[in-house]
């Protein structure tokens, strides 16, 4: 890349030549697009590759990935911050995109269920799920795999029954009695321990 701020170059390689480095905080710039001073650039690198549009200030960042991007895994299930189904991973760690805006996360590395995969191979976390049929309607699925990751980042690849219903607290299923998403994450936990 060149030596130049990583929002001008995206928004260079778009054709916006007017574009100036935009040196405010995420709050400074969300209160000057919330003034309707201006549309913002966001740019972030998204499943390995950096993705960069101008959006509205109110944009959420579940919708700068499935509106801008295309990246439909990622669902809305309740837009309150209560189901999960929104989960993605931003530098690392799984939150809730439908209650964040997407300007907020300028320069970030973001992670959706879409990026997960080695080429062919799924990931262990997606295999799991597979095999294991943690899944009946598979709406909560990608979430609950995004979530699943987190946790054993946080809690280690040995992974009691307790300890995964807790941490599934985030996540709701409407359809399954979670039995089978919970062995899922045992085994997917396991079968990502480094060999
Ligand atoms: S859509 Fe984000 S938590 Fe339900
Ligand atoms: S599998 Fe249908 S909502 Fe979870």
Known sequence: MPLIGRRSWAARQLGFSEFREDTASPLERAANVAQGMHMPIVSMTVNGALRSAEVEGRTLLVQFLRDYLHLTGTHVGCDTSQCGACTVHV???????????????????????????????????????????????????????????????????????????????GNLCRCTGYHNIVLAIRSGAAAMRPR
Request: proline share 3%.
């Open 91 to 169: 530098d690392g760690v799984a939150i809730k995109s439908c209650t964040a805006l997407a300007v907020a996360f300028d320069g970030a590395v973001v992670t959706t269920i879409e990026g997960l995969q080695d080429g062919e191979r799924l990931h262990p976390m997606q295999q799991a799920f597979h095999e294991n049929h943690g899944l009946q309607c598979g709406f909560c699925t990608p979430g609950m795999i995004m979530s699943a990751i987190d946790m054993v980042r946080r809690c280690g690849h040995d992974l009691d029954e307790h300890t995964i219903r807790r941490q599934l607290d």
